[in-house]
T-cell receptor
């Protein structure tokens, strides 16, 4: 069964550093998403991406965040200057045209120290 | 705006007992409904979904859920649980407006613990 692949699975970074989280969505999917889950809390929407542009973003997705689909297969989330409160599990997801739900990746656990 | 309420944060049950995990939602428009499961230190796996049609949907691992529009509920059930069902279960909703965004709104999750 097709999968959404996320790398790395774990990343530790120092506060103030830039991080890039990578995702390879399912090849025929056209809608892409990032969600995050702070430890012990619910999964929160960050951003959705379609047709090479952001279609919606949450209040969490401020100027420190950006997304990109640089080469037609990867979908990246960049955090420019990480804060302690950015520590969370970040999930990438994709869905196809004629929506029938998402496929989530297994997540990247980001720890900011 | 949508919201999802999972009333039970934790549900302990004994193996082979039936279980129901409750989910209520609030939305001003028609919705799609989902249940996801998260095993320890893993990602989110889709258990089942309601998009349209029959209100009783069956998913993987013997789970099923019933959409009740009048009560705005989508409770998850399993007639006999196993130790391996121990996990966090999330109910989620997205609206049917279509277009370029199907944002999911999640509930806070229910931790199902199956004891021997």
């Amino acid at each position: 069964e097709p999968e959404v692949t996320q790398t790395p699975s774990h990343q530790v970074t120092q506060m103030g550093q830039e991080v890039i989280l990578r995702c390879v969505p399912i090849s025929n999917h056209l809608y892409f998403y990032w969600y995050r889950q702070i430890l012990g809390q619910k999964v929160e929407f960050l951003v959705s991406f379609y047709n090479n542009e952001i279609s919606e973003k949450s209040e969490i997705f401020d100027d420190q965040f950006s997304v990109e689909r640089p080469d037609g297969s990867n979908f990246t989330l960049k955090i420019r200057s990480t804060k302690l409160e950015d520590s969370a599990m970040y999930f990438c997801a994709s869905s196809e045209v004629g929506y029938s739900g998402y496929t989530f990746g297994s997540g990247t656990r980001l720890t900011v120290v | 705006a949508q919201s999802v309420t999972q009333l039970d944060s934790q549900v302990p049950v004994f193996e082979e007992a039936p279980v129901e995990l409750r989910c209520n939602y609030s939305s001003s428009v028609s919705v799609y409904l989902f249940w996801y499961v998260q095993y320890p230190n893993q990602g989110l796996q889709l258990l089942l979904k309601y998009l349209s049609g029959s209100t009783l949907v069956k998913g993987i691992n013997g789970f099923e859920a019933e959409f009740n529009k009048s009560q705005t509920s989508f409770h998850l059930r399993k007639p006999s649980v196993h130790i391996s069902d121990t996990a966090e279960y999330f109910c989620a909703v997205s609206d049917k407006k279509g277009g370029s965004n199907y944002k999911l709104t999640f509930g806070k999750g229910t931790l199902l613990t199956v004891n021997p």
